[in-house]
C-alpha cells in the first residue's frame, strides 16, 4: 500500500539469571561494543527468588551482524552471568506462526482471524484444527485450511497423535488453544511447553465443572473475568500471561454473563498472545515477567 512504511526490523533479547551488580553494565557494554542500538530496554528483579529479568531491543541494522552470530556472541554474556537456559535472541523480520486448536465455540478464533486479517496481530495462522467441524467455513473464508480431527470415546490418544503431527509440521510459535475443549496429555504439555496458550473463564478453583456461568448466577457474583495462561500437566494452573475482569449486577441473566465472559476471554487471549509473539513473557517457575 502507498505511503506505508516497513516497521523496523528488531532483535529482542530476554533472558532471567541471578540478580548481582554490573549485569546491566555488562548487557549495554556488549551491545555497544558492537555499536548495538538499544531502543527498548526493561529491567525487574524479583525479591522473593533474587532473580533478575530483563528485555532489551536491538536496532538490527546498528549491528555488524546477522541474528544468529548475535545469539552465539551473547550466549557468551549469557554463560556469564547464569542466565537460565531459556534466554533467547529473536529477530522481528522472521515471521510468527501460529497454530490455533478450537471445538464449537467460536468467539475466541472469529476474534483472532479478525485481528489478523486487519494487521493488528502480526502473526501467520498456519492452520486451525478442530475436533468438531463447525468452525470450517470461517476458517477457510480467510484463506487458512482447516482440519477436523474428531475425538472418538476411548481414542483420544490417536486424535491426539493426529493434532501433534499436525500442529509440528508448521513449527509454529505458539499453539493457541481458543475455547478447545479437550485436556492436553502431559507429553504434548511438555513438548509445546511455553508456546501452547490457554484462555478460561477465572472462577477457577470455584465453580469448577459444566456451566460455571450459571453456578456463579446463583451465588450472585459481581465479577467475571478471563485467563490467559501457558499450557501445563497440572489442569489450569500454568504460568498466568494475562488476566482481565468486567462487572455484572444483579439484573444480568445467565445469557448476560456469558456474553460479557466471552468478551473478556477474546480481549485476554488477544493480549496474551501479542505479548507471547513479541517476546514480552518471561517465565520462571508457575510466575511470568511480562515487560
Known amino acids: 500500500m502507498s505511503g506505508?512504511?516497513?516497521?523496523?526490523?528488531?532483535?529482542?533479547?530476554?533472558?532471567?539469571?541471578?540478580?548481582?551488580?554490573?549485569?546491566?553494565?555488562?548487557?549495554s557494554g556488549f551491545l555497544a561494543e558492537h555499536g548495538g542500538w538499544?531502543?527498548?530496554?526493561?529491567?525487574?528483579?524479583?525479591?522473593?527468588?533474587?532473580?533478575?529479568?530483563?528485555?532489551?531491543v536491538v536496532r538490527a541494522d546498528s549491528l555488524p551482524f546477522a541474528a544468529a552470530e548475535l545469539r552465539a556472541r551473547f550466549g557468551e554474556v549469557a554463560a556469564e552471568l547464569s542466565a537460565e537456559s531459556s534466554w533467547q535472541v529473536s529477530d522481528t523480520g522472521e515471521r510468527r506462526r501460529a497454530v490455533i486448536l478450537v471445538s464449537k465455540a467460536g468467539h475466541c478464533l472469529y476474534d483472532l482471524l479478525g485481528?489478523?486479517?486487519?494487521?493488528?496481530?502480526?502473526?501467520?495462522?498456519?492452520?486451525?484444527?478442530?475436533?468438531?467441524?463447525?468452525?470450517?467455513?470461517?476458517?477457510?473464508?480467510?484463506?487458512?485450511?482447516?482440519?477436523?480431527?474428531?475425538?472418538?470415546?476411548?481414542?483420544?490418544?490417536?486424535?491426539?497423535?493426529?493434532?501433534?503431527?499436525?500442529?509440528?509440521?508448521?513449527?509454529?510459535?505458539?499453539?493457541?488453544?481458543a475455547r478447545f475443549m479437550q485436556i492436553l496429555p502431559a507429553d504434548l504439555c511438555r513438548e509445546w511447553a511455553g508456546?501452547?496458550?490457554?484462555i478460561h473463564h477465572s472462577f477457577l478453583p470455584s465453580f469448577i465443572g459444566a456451566k460455571p456461568y450459571h453456578q456463579?448466577?446463583?451465588?450472585?457474583?459481581?465479577?467475571?473475568?478471563?485467563?490467559?495462561?501457558?499450557?501445563?500437566?497440572?489442569?489450569?494452573?500454568?504460568?498466568?500471561?494475562e488476566q482481565d475482569v468486567i462487572r455484572v449486577g444483579h439484573g444480568d441473566s445467565v445469557e448476560d454473563m456469558v456474553r460479557k465472559g466471552r468478551d473478556i476471554e477474546k480481549v485476554t487471549l488477544a493480549r496474551g498472545l501479542r505479548w507471547h509473539l513479541e517476546n514480552r513473557v518471561l517465565v520462571h517457575g508457575n510466575r511470568t515477567v511480562v515487560f
Open 38 to 56: 538499544i531502543v527498548e530496554a526493561a529491567y525487574h528483579t524479583d525479591p522473593d527468588t533474587g532473580w533478575f529479568f530483563t528485555r532489551q
Open 216 to 241: 456463579a448466577h446463583t451465588r450472585g457474583v459481581k465479577l467475571v473475568g478471563a485467563t490467559c495462561h501457558y499450557v501445563t500437566a497440572d489442569l489450569d494452573a500454568g504460568p498466568i500471561i
Open 115 to 177: 485481528r489478523v486479517a486487519s494487521g493488528e496481530l502480526d502473526v501467520d495462522v498456519a492452520a486451525v484444527i478442530g475436533n468438531h467441524d463447525s468452525l470450517a467455513d470461517i476458517t477457510r473464508a480467510h484463506g487458512i485450511p482447516f482440519h477436523h480431527v474428531p475425538f472418538p470415546a476411548g481414542d483420544r490418544a490417536a486424535a491426539f497423535e493426529q493434532v501433534r503431527k499436525l500442529v509440528d509440521e508448521h513449527d509454529p510459535h505458539a499453539v493457541v488453544l
Open 195 to 198: 508456546r501452547a496458550i490457554n
Open 4 to 27: 506505508v512504511t516497513a516497521p523496523e526490523r528488531r532483535y529482542v533479547i530476554t533472558f532471567g539469571c541471578p540478580d548481582r551488580t554490573g549485569i546491566i553494565a555488562r548487557i
